[in-house]
């Protein structure tokens, strides 16, 4: 079975443009949810999906968004790009909701913004 | 979600068992106790997790205090492949989101 997968894997932008990432979760997984690592904040938690609802969604401004398809395939969005939003961009799809649901995460999209 | 506690670092020698141990004195009886792993900058990889019971996979043992207070993530023969940075990690029953910490830095040593 084929895991998670990010497109693209890399990117470069420059400061104020905006940017999409793309993610399809393993088939048959309903859930996905997005991450943001950074060296200086590690690992933080931007939204989760499940069923095309965001479900919840972490601290992060309105220049971050996504959305979820009907085939669980999602997206995000960040608008107006800034220098700290340099990252690299986890996604992780589960078969369902809850604790007892591991999430697998994909190789993540590097962005970089001069 | 409750908060956990790792040691920063450990090494172990190649071949022998890797203890990695996690204090979350804070979870609730809803809460599961996850490990990943993460090898530098590559996606965060699943091991395993538990509720209350011992756990056991092709990857490794996870065992979890009675008080389910602390737990250790058992490699049993580690190799120079598992270095990483191994996360421990509370999650709600009814939460999605996973709440990473700041791991462990585990080097294996030849």
């Known amino acids: 079975k084929a895991g998670v997968t990010q497109t693209p894997r890399y990117l470069i932008k420059t400061r104020g443009q905006q940017v999409t990432l793309s993610c399809s979760p393993i088939?048959?997984?309903?859930?996905v949810s997005w991450y943001q690592q950074t060296p200086g904040q590690g690992l933080q938690f931007l939204f989760e999906?499940?069923?095309?609802?965001?479900?919840n969604k972490g601290n992060f401004p309105g220049r971050f968004s996504g959305r979820q398809f009907s085939n669980s395939r999602s997206e995000m969005n960040v608008s107006t790009l800034e220098l700290g939003d340099s990252a690299l961009y986890l996604c992780?799809?589960?078969?369902?909701?809850?604790?007892?649901?591991?999430?697998?995460f994909g190789p993540g999209t590097r962005l970089t913004v001069t | 979600d409750a908060k956990t506690t790792q040691p920063p670092s450990m090494d172990c020698a190649e071949g022998r068992a890797a203890n990695l141990p996690c204090n979350h004195s804070?979870?609730?009886?809803?809460?599961?106790v996850y490990w990943y792993r993460q090898i530098h900058s590559q996606g965060p990889q699943y091991i395993i997790h538990?509720?209350?019971n011992n756990e056991t996979n092709e990857m490794a043992s996870l065992i979890i205090t009675e008080d389910r207070k602390s737990s250790t993530l058992i490699l049993p023969h580690a190799t120079l492949r598992d270095t990483a940075v191994y996360y421990c990690?509370?999650?709600?029953?009814?939460?999605?989101?996973?709440?990473f910490g700041s791991g462990t830095r585990l080097l294996v040593r030849p």
């Open positions: 992780a799809s589960s078969l369902g909701p809850g604790g007892d649901y591991e999430q697998y």
């Open positions: 088939s048959g997984h309903r859930s």
């Open positions: 999906y499940f069923s095309e609802t965001q479900r």
């Open positions: 804070t979870i609730s009886g809803n809460e599961y």
């Open positions: 538990g509720l209350k």
């Open positions: 990690i509370v999650r709600m029953d009814s939460s999605y989101k996973l709440i």
